[in-house]
């Protein structure tokens, strides 16, 4: 377990900070100051994790990690830490094929399965609705353990948990999301909520799942609860219409119902003009549609989250030092504040999509230990939850975890495990005067 939190330390070294703790500690020298153009100074090694003493896993054999390819994906980054933490040999992250051809993935899931040193594989961002995905996993060696990363995004978790081969599948709750949500926009004093929305994300049975769940909540609560159509942002033609018809038109909103308003929207790409006319206009902003402090805040609020470097890792990708979380949220509590907006905009304390990435691979790690059940189709949740409290712990941030297995047709999926995240309200730290 102790190699499990240094793993977690080092979570922040890669992705998140730049420190340097414990057992993994790398030469003082190694990062300095930023220089006059923004550029983090480096001591000559051409990769910041050069250098760098791996550990060894607690278990034998290897853990594969597969995300997106892209450096900007939570779970990519995730992925990358454990990858330099146990070393190369150990972890092995691979990324989908950006083409996303049938032929393609399946060889990436048959390669990995065909390594006899796997003992757990590790599944994130799979677009469901492809049918040939759900073949290759069933094609996994039996004795792999797999854990399957839920995406908030176009699976229905019923259809999910009956025809995918996983030992373990975690992701955000969408319907607690949603009961949630209605719950903290009153509690900060909203009395209506606009959603913004387009037909092909209500056609997604979790999206609307979670509007019908919003709808309801705001009913029984008393909140008036507004649907609007916007353009689909994924349309070549509307991508960069959205941004601005957002900008343009929720500050219309807040004229016609008041700065007593909160605004939810679905798409990623609708999130920063979102957050952006909620300062300018003083409304009320509960969480983007992807739960995280990440996601819009600190591109809104004008918060340099990420230093960058002159190098590249070794997918090409352009090599930046994270800040610490902790410093993330004061600062964004700061300039809430500033604002005159404390009270007026929350969010999840950490990244839905780094939360279940982690403590998939920790559970991973316990299972491959034989510390947790080995009972297929069956998971030991208070040991999940142990995880989820000792990785914010370890993040140093005050975040209650609630994790509860599915729930369907009066029977309990046991290996189905959702969860949600408290809310952190902005703007109750400010700088010293």
């Known amino acids: 377990m102790k190699r499990i939190i240094a793993t977690i330390i080092m979570l922040m070294i890669i992705t998140l900070t730049g420190c340097r703790v414990g057992v993994l ?84 899931l048959q390669e990995i399965s065909e390594d006899p040193e796997v003992g757990a ?79 092909r994300h209500n056609a997604v049975p979790a999206f609307a799942r979670r509007l019908e769940v919003m709808k309801a909540a705001a009913e029984r609560e008393g909140v008036e609860f507004i649907e609007l159509e916007t353009l689909d942002p994924w349309n070549d033609v509307f991508y960069n219409l959205v941004p601005t018809f957002l900008v343009q038109d929720l500050p219309r909103q807040v004229r016609d119902f008041g700065v007593n308003t909160a605004f939810f929207a679905s798409a990623c790409l609708m999130q920063r003009p979102v957050i952006s006319q909620i300062i300018a206009t003083g409304a009320i902003f509960v969480s983007p549609c992807c739960p995280s402090p990440y996601h819009g805040y600190l591109e809104s609020i004008g918060i340099d989250y990420e230093i960058p470097t002159r190098e590249n890792d070794d997918f090409g990708m352009p090599i930046v030092v994270r800040r610490p979380l902790p410093e993330l949220l004061r600062e964004i509590d700061e300039a809430v504040y500033a604002a005159g907006m ?57 975040a209650g975890v609630t994790l509860e297995p599915l729930k369907q047709g009066g029977e309990t999926i046991w290996h189905y495990i959702q969860g949600v995240v408290d809310y952190h309200v902005f703007g109750g730290v400010r700088s010293e005067e």
């Open 25 to 108: 500690e790398l030469p003082p020298d190694d990062v300095g100051q930023p220089d006059d153009n923004g550029w983090q100074q480096e001591s000559g090694d051409p990769d910041p994790g050069e250098g760098q003493i791996a550990v060894n896993l607690p278990v034998a054999g290897k853990i594969a990690i597969v995300t997106s390819p892209s450096d900007q994906d939570e779970a990519f980054r995730v992925a990358r830490a454990f990858a330099r933490s146990y070393g190369e040999e150990q972890v092995v992250h691979k990324t989908w094929p950006p083409d996303g051809s049938e032929r393609a993935i399946t060889e990436t």
């Open 121 to 199: 594989l590790i599944v994130t961002h799979l677009v469901w609705g492809q049918r040939f995905i759900v073949q290759a996993l069933s094609n996994i060696r039996d004795e792999i353990f797999v854990v399957y990363i839920a995406p908030i995004i176009y699976a229905s978790p019923n259809d999910v948990a009956a025809d995918i081969r996983a030992d373990l599948i975690i992701g955000t709750d969408l319907q607690r999301f949603g009961e949630n949500y209605v719950m903290q926009a009153k509690t900060m004093g909203a009395d209506k909520i606009v959603y913004y929305s387009f037909p």
């Open 342 to 398: 404390a009270g007026r905009i929350s969010s999840w304390a950490v990244s839905d999509s780094m939360m279940w990435t982690t403590i998939g691979f920790m559970y991973a790690v316990e299972w491959l230990s034989g510390n947790v059940t080995q009972e297929r189709g069956a998971i030991d949740i208070d040991a999940l939850g142990r995880l989820a409290s000792e990785y914010t712990a370890q993040l140093g941030i005050d």
